[in-house]
């Protein structure tokens, strides 16, 4: 059974930063996308950026380009979310997904795809 556990959010000011984890176990394929979502107070589930866990391939919503940064672990245990000059619209939960079996294509932002979800964390930026 794939599961995935979210830690790392928190409350910081506008400006800061934070680095998000998803500890992912259960795997059966060394291919996997894995993916971070996030979802604002009144807003629908919107993509963050995802990572193929076979290789080094990532992929981010434009808009968050060069804010944040996907990364993993040598294991392919986790998967990191780096969140630097925090502004208060990217206050939401945050969720990370596994697509396990499949490499991220065109459409790893389509969250449907996603088969595995953690229950999310928290992360508030104040101005």
């Known amino acids: 059974q794939v599961r995935l556990q979210e830690s790392g959010g928190g409350s910081v000011q506008a400006g800061g930063s934070l680095r998000l984890a998803c500890r992912v176990s259960g795997l059966f394929s060394d291919s996997n996308c894995v993916g971070w979502f996030r979802k604002a107070p009144g807003k629908d589930r919107e993509p963050v950026a995802a990572?193929?866990?076979?290789?080094?391939?990532?992929s981010y919503i434009d808009s968050l380009r060069g804010r944040f940064t996907i990364s993993q672990d040598s294991a392919k245990s986790m998967v990191f979310l780096q969140m630097n000059n925090l502004k208060p619209e990217d206050t939401g939960v945050y969720y990370c997904?596994?697509?396990?079996?499949?490499?991220?294509?065109?459409?790893?932002?389509?969250?449907?795809?996603?088969?595995?979800w953690g229950q999310g964390t928290q992360v508030t930026v104040s101005s």
């Open positions: 997904a596994a697509d396990t079996g499949r490499k991220c294509d065109s459409y790893w932002s389509v969250w449907t795809r996603y088969n595995a």
């Open positions: 990572i193929w866990t076979g290789g080094s391939s990532t």
